[in-house]
């Protein structure tokens, strides 16, 4: 079936401007997670979504991102008056249950802000 | 918070040589601990995952060990292949992943 895909999977953003990131996860899982990855770095965790329930945010850096899955299935993360320090790549990653099983990753959407 | 290391940051290898991939990370209260690969611009690929109560996971020519207690955990490639030539990523689980900075590994020809 199909993987996990994300769009746009580049974006360009003058400073100030919002932006809205989505997420397509696998059909069926149930956990969904959010994370940014600075160049050259690991993947740092942003939030996570059990069905439509967002049961961690703490990794979220400010209150300018906030992030949903109203019908548990789609997210968005939504970054508001976007900064330079915000460009990274955004990463989704779902699996199939609640606990600690593999988690698959979309491509990303690669965010720059100018 | 947990942190991360991988040691080596960056191999070049020939092709056909055995090689060993190193994870440390400081707290040992896992539930799980997944190993990754990454291609140039793109998401990770899963290759392994270890429950806590495993010592390790074999795939193919791909072996990872789990050393709990001394929160230690290696990557064992065999008979490298170009193919094999990617950033690869451990991430423990505690109350969620958390992600090592990667050794980034080259297979010449």
């Known amino acids: 079936g199909a993987g996990v895909s994300q769009s746009p999977r580049y974006k360009v953003a003058k400073r100030g401007q919002d932006v809205a990131l989505r997420c397509d996860p696998i059909s069926g899982h149930v956990s969904l997670f959010w994370y940014q990855q600075a160049l050259g770095q690991g993947p740092e965790f942003l939030t996570y979504?059990?069905?439509?329930?967002?049961?961690?945010k703490s990794g979220l850096p400010s209150d300018r991102f906030f992030a949903e899955r109203p019908e548990g299935s789609v997210s968005t993360l939504k970054i508001q008056r976007t900064q330079q320090e915000d460009s990274a790549v955004y990463l989704c990653a779902s699996s199939l249950g609640a606990g600690g099983e593999t988690q698959y990753f979309g491509p990303g959407t690669r965010l720059l802000v100018l | 918070k947990q942190e991360v290391t991988q040691i080596p940051a960056a191999l070049s290898v020939p092709e056909g040589e055995n090689l060993v991939l190193n994870c440390s990370f400081t707290?040992?209260?896992?539930?799980?601990l997944q190993w990754f690969r990454q291609d140039p611009g793109k998401g990770l690929t899963s290759l392994l995952l270890?429950?806590?109560?495993?010592r390790e996971q074999t795939s193919g020519r791909l072996n990872a060990s789990l050393d709990k207690s001394s929160g230690r955990s290696t990557l064992y490639i065999a008979a490298s292949q170009p193919g094999d030539s990617a950033t690869y990523l451990c991430a423990p689980k505690s109350n969620q992943f958390y992600f090592g900075t990667g050794t980034s590994l080259t297979v010449i020809p």
């Open positions: 707290d040992s209260a896992i539930y799980n």
């Open positions: 979504f059990q069905n439509e329930a967002q049961l961690d």
């Open positions: 270890i429950q806590s109560s495993q």
